[in-house]
């Protein structure tokens, strides 16, 4: 494994004990530091004070649930979130929800598949910094997107995006009105092709209509999306 994700910390929020527990085993063996919280509100206080580069996170949860903890997690600090669903409709619901979380995992999984999806998702906030040589501000009709602040605004008033919609909209905007195909987006974006990555790329663009207007992206038919200047 590369030796950046060496000491990445992993905050696992998962209140089944067994699951918890072999989760933990297998991130420490592959390297990360990881902490263990089994309530939503220790999940949030230990989101604040741990400062994790990850969670792991179980929607079903005592106290506040998953959705809640990943909302107020984010509005502290913005985090990757891998969400844990018991059923594949329960992901569809959540991703029709477009709850914040940057991917997905149905109960039960391998722990190949859990290190793969971890690992993925690592790999891409720590490529998210724009190159210095490439231009820092993008602009898109009214929409502004300040790469070196990753700040968006439209229409001047400040948009707040998860990490992962802000990464899909600079991919789309550094290359405006060429059509990308959702599996090309699910990995410049995402770095894996899970099958239930597909409806992800789906809800991440209804994310990003829903805060930066209808407009803004073009769907496709049976091909993918693009970006275009709002009216
Ligand atoms: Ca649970």
Redo the contacts with the bound molecule.
Sequence with gaps: MPSSDARRRILIV???PTIAASIAARLRAEGYDTRTVHDGLAAVEAAGEYRPDALVL?V??PGIDGLEVCRRVQAARPVAVLMLTARDDETDMLVGLGVGADDYLTKPFSMRELTARISALLRRVARAAPAPETQSALRIGEVEIDRTERRVRRDTAEVHLTATEFDLLVRLATRPRVVHTREQLLGEVWGHSAAAGIRTVDSHVRALRRKLGDGIIRTVHGVGYALESPR
């Design positions: 998962e209140d089944e179980d079903m949860l």
